[in-house]
Structure formats: structure tokens, C-alpha cells
């Protein structure tokens, strides 16, 4: 069932002023509190990246995926990328319809710059790409550090934890119109399995959030940026924090187009339940400890492998313990 309504808007403004607004960060606090223990899902508006790079970044992307797939399909990096990156198209046998440029985002240093590809046409692309990845990773880092504030964790232990932006990423994506006779999958009922997703949209519409067991459609709006948490929050908050549900349902006879940046963690990590959410409050922990790499790797399987049964999709509950 899908219900007519909207998510949470956290004006972050606050966080970019010079005075000392803690009334604003205070209540900017509260509300992605509360987002984040019911849906994992909210959008933040005053968040410093520039609306007209993000209008800029929709329109080139729209130039982009019209172009034939033969010239799409040399924007691809080499067979050592740890991801799918470059241009990439769902398999026609899958249930999800959908064509994405995904791209590694510029770090200093990264290992991974030699393995990324940015597409030099249309003109203005590749220099669009990477200032919105960086304009993104700068946010992402806010709302990180208000994120540690929510789960009332020791000052910059999420930035510690961490802190290599290496494996951050970015995806354009175009979800294809809906069939005439029915078929509106643009991308199946999922959770992302990093630590905070930031997405930003055409006016097509067609994202929703699960809450309380009803879809809930998430209204394009001008300027905002929808925000998730995803499973690596999920675990390490032992469940208090909510990986957020979500889907996206195509339109008849109009293509949407989106970005997503994922604000990443190194696979080497170790992910667990932290003891401010399991032993200090006498909790057990609901999900065993594992490398991120290795989950990384099993989601990854999910996309190029697809299971034959639903049911053998690997989610976070692959790691949970029983009760």
C-alpha cells in the first residue's frame, strides 16, 4: 500500500553558519534522531551543495543516457575495479529497469583513480561528475558528524572509523518508463548495504520509503537531498538505527533520472555492534561481526548472480543472530 505523504526535511543551514545556531543544529539533531530509529530516511535542504550543479548534473546525465549504447559503453575501466563501475545496464532477464554510469569519486592518493573512468562527452560531464562528488562528500561528512552527535557516540569517532573516502562512489542513473501492462519495477524493494546514501532527483518521482509496513513516496522537491542509512549503520547502532527500505517505481511513458552517492566504508573494516549499544546497556548483540569487503562481495554476487529464488537474495540478516 502506498500512502500519500512525505519525509522529514532537516534544514542544515546551522551547520554552515558562522554564529553559533544550537538551537538550529539542536533541532536538525532531533529530527534525523527520530528519522533514523523509525525509517531510516530523511532529505535535507541548506546543504551546501550548489542547485544549479545539481540541475547542471541532471541535464548532462539526460545527454548522456540518450546516447547510443555503443558510445555509452566505452566509459568502462579496467577488469581490476573492485566495483561494476563505468557504464552499466540491468541484464534484460532482471526484474530491475535501469541503466547507470557509476563512478569512483576523485580522492588523493586513491589507488582506485587509476581504475575510474569520467566520460568526456557531453562537454562539461566530466568537470560536472567530479565537483558534485565533491560538493557531495563534503555533506556527507556533516551529516556524518551529526549522525555521531544521534547516536551520542564520543566526539568524531564515526569520522574516525571511517575516515577513507577511497571507496565512496556515485551512480547516474535512468530508470526506464513503465510498460503498458504493468510492469513499473525500476529497481526491487532493497537496503544499501554502506553507511549514508544521498540522492537527488529529476521531478519524475517514483522513489518510496517503507515505513510501518506502507510505501511512502518521496515527492520530488526543488533543491532537496533525499538521505538513507544504510546496513553498516544498521549494525553497528545493533538495530536502534533503521537500514532504510526503499524502492523505485517507473512512470508510464516518461524516464527518471537520479544521482545517488554512497558515502562508503574501507572493505578491510571490521563491522559490529559497537558496546555503547550492546554490553554497556546490558544488550546482546543482533548481529555477528564480519569484514565489509566480504559482505560487499555477497551483495555484488546478488547483482551479477541473481538467485533464481528471492528468498536467496543476501541481505544484513545474513549476519543476524537469532534471537
Same mark, same amino acid.
Given at each position: ?29 532531533? !529530527? ?183 510505501? !511512502? ?22 538495530? +536502534? ?61 546478488? +547483482? ?20
Amino acid at each position: 500500500m502506498v500512502v500519500k505523504s512525505t519525509i522529514p526535511t532537516v534544514d542544515l543551514s546551522p551547520f554552515f553558519d558562522k554564529g553559533d545556531d544550537e538551537d538550529g543544529k539542536k533541532k536538525a539533531t532531533e !529530527i534525523i534522531t527520530r528519522a533514523c530509529t523509525e525509517s531510516g530516511f530523511f532529505q535535507i535542504v541548506n546543504h551546501g551543495v550548489p542547485l544549479e550543479l545539481m540541475a547542471r548534473a541532471i541535464d548532462l546525465s539526460k545527454t548522456f543516457f540518450q546516447y547510443p549504447t555503443d558510445e555509452k559503453l566505452k566509459w568502462k575501466p579496467g577488469p581490476d575495479a573492485p566495483l561494476p563501475a563505468g557504464y552499466n545496464r540491468q541484464p534484460e532477464h532482471s526484474s530491475d529497469k535501469n541503466e547507470y554510469l557509476l563512478l569512483f569519486v576523485p580522492s588523493a592518493g586513491s589507488a582506485l583513480a587509476s581504475l575510474n573512468v569520467y566520460p568526456e562527452d557531453p562537454p562539461e560531464f566530466r568537470v560536472v561528475l567530479e565537483e558534485i562528488c565533491c560538493q557531495l562528500s563534503k555533506t556527507a561528512s556533516i551529516v556524518e558528524s551529526i549522525l555521531n552527535e544521534c547516536m551520542g557516540l564520543p566526539e568524531n569517532f564515526l569520522k574516525e572509523y571511517n575516515k577513507d573516502r577511497s571507496n565512496d562512489f556515485m551512480a547516474a542513473l535512468r530508470y526506464f518508463p513503465a510498460t503498458a501492462h504493468g510492469d513499473d519495477n525500476g529497481i526491487s524493494e532493497h537496503e544499501d548495504g554502506n553507511c549514508l546514501t544521498f540522492v537527488f532527483q529529476d521531478d519524475v518521482g517514483g522513489l518510496e520509503v517503507l515505513k510501518d509496513g506502507q510505501w !511512502i513516496p518521496v515527492t520530488p522537491t526543488e533543491g532537496t537531498i533525499v538521505v538513507n542509512v544504510g546496513d553498516v549503520i544498521q549494525v553497528l547502532s545493533n538495530g +536502534k538505527l533503521k537500514s532504510a527500505t526503499h524502492r523505485v517505481v517507473r512512470k508510464e511513458g516518461k524516464s527518471r533520472h537520479s544521482y545517488a552517492f554512497f558515502h562508503n566504508l574501507d572493505g578491510e573494516k571490521w563491522v559490529e555492534p559497537l558496546p555503547q549499544f550492546t554490553q554497556e546497556i546490558g544488550e546482546g548483540p543482533k548481529y555477528r561481526g564480519f569484514r565489509y569487503k566480504d559482505y560487499q562481495q555477497l551483495r555484488l554476487r546478488n +547483482k551479477t548472480h541473481p538467485p533464481s529464488d528471492p528468498r536467496d537474495v543476501i541481505h544484513i540478516s545474513h549476519y543476524a543472530i537469532p534471537p
